[in-house]
């Protein structure tokens, strides 16, 4: 495009015009851009916090591949056995036996439900990430005192219980001995040794971790486990350490991934974001439509400026770019205000956490959000390309205007 053609444009944008209706649909069209880019902007950066962060929130608390029994019954045994060849599969770097059901927590003043999940604990033993970086506590006090059982706490878990560090807790288990009078519950003295925050309502609010021995013991279990959790340097690679996995288990553990564990959470985010774009890209048709508007009509307020053009010898695919350009430049102010004030926005409300939301439903406390500059170039390339084909019509009726029609009467 030369000179000539972008001088027309910026000059017939800047120029003051007859009808002040066509300069307030400019705005609105400028605006329109703007909104939907922000709202994009906004929405993406929603989705793309919600996915982060619970999926590296589930990721450091679950594993990347666990192997259960594929009918369960009485836990997985020779376990022992199985650990060294899991480790040997490409891209496996942690294998840790657990074993977990469900008890009753009894604190000073009231009790509360749980799931007591045994794994090995102590220095040097491979633990899930929230572990290693305790709210409270420390994980060397396991293997100090093997006399004295130990148990970690999820931080709303010891809030319901009434419990602190270093409290006293009593674990009830359902496993419990026969009497004539039934099975009664068994009653276990625990030491609170450290107290954990995942940022998952749900995990800090049921789950409390213990030695696999003392889990065996109230469970009232031999030496088995229930699960074997691989954690891997690439969580993209799980289906395929899954299939490796169950070649060396054999037919009656089977291996399950973290995407099918979060099969339905993944999915819900998923088309979040489809219906997040489809209903933002409406307001980019509107805001094309504003465009096209104006470029109708001012079309027809310079159609005169036009004839004298082409007289002079201007042609007619310059006539056609003139009024392209004014559409693309509309387009492009309001997608850099957009942008502007989308990642402004998002920046501000990931920092200071204005929108809350209820644990208990969302199983975070606020509204995460995370922009990616990707997300940037490809919204800036829609609403600049919807911008494009809006200024199609106009331009071709510019360019087929005859200076004899248009002239004639002057």
Request: charged residues 15%; positive net charge.
């Amino acid at each position: 495009m030369s000179r000539f053609e972008w001088m027309v444009a910026l000059r017939y944008l800047r120029a003051k015009r007859k009808q002040t209706v066509i300069s307030i649909i400019t705005i609105i069209s400028v605006l329109g851009v703007a909104a939907g880019v922000t709202s994009l902007i906004i929405a993406l950066a929603i989705n793309n916090g919600f996915q982060s962060t619970l999926q590296s929130s589930l990721l450091s608390a679950t594993a990347h591949v666990n192997i259960l029994e594929r009918n369960p019954e009485f836990g997985i045994q020779n376990w022992q056995s199985l650990i060294p060849q899991l480790r040997r599969i490409p891209h496996v770097i942690n294998v840790t036996p657990g074993l977990y059901g469900q008890v009753a927590l009894k604190g000073p003043l009231v009790g509360a439900g749980a799931v007591l999940k045994g794994i090995p604990l102590g220095i040097g033993a491979s633990v899930p990430d929230f572990l290693r970086h305790l709210k409270a506590g420390s994980l060397s006090e396991f293997g100090s005192k093997p006399s004295e059982s130990r148990i970690i706490l999820g931080s709303r878990l010891a809030e319901q219980a009434g419990v602190v560090l270093h409290s006293p807790v009593s674990v009830i288990s359902y496993q419990g001995r026969l009497t004539p009078l039934g099975v009664m519950p068994s009653l276990f003295r625990f030491r609170v040794a450290g107290i954990f925050e995942s940022g998952l309502y749900q995990l800090d609010s049921e789950w409390a971790f213990t030695s696999l021995e003392d889990a065996q013991r109230v469970l009232d279990l031999s030496d088995v486990v229930n699960t074997i959790e691989l954690r891997l340097d690439n969580i993209f690679e799980a289906r395929n350490v899954a299939r490796d996995a169950e070649r060396i288990t054999g037919p009656k553990l089977i291996a399950t991934t973290w995407m099918e564990q979060n099969r339905s959470l993944l999915n819900a985010l998923r088309l979040e974001k489809l219906v997040s774009v489809i209903t933002v890209g409406l307001i980019e048709l509107v805001a094309a439509l504003n465009i096209l508007v104006v470029l109708v009509m001012l079309v027809m307020e310079k159609h005169r400026d036009i004839a004298i053009l082409v007289s002079m010898g201007a042609r007619r695919r310059q006539i056609q770019r003139i009024f392209v350009i004014q559409g693309l430049m509309i387009g492009a102010l309001g997608c850099a205000i957009g942008l502007a004030a989308g990642y402004s926005t998002a920046a501000l409300f990931n920092h200071y956490r204005w929108l809350k939301l209820d644990e208990q439903i969302y199983a975070l406390s606020y509204v995460p959000f995370q922009s990616h500059w990707v997300d940037g170039i490809w919204v800036a390339a829609l609403a600049l390309i919807t911008s494009f084909f809006a200024t199609l019509h106009p331009s071709r009726s510019a360019s087929r205007i005859a200076p004899a029609e248009a002239l004639r009467y002057e």
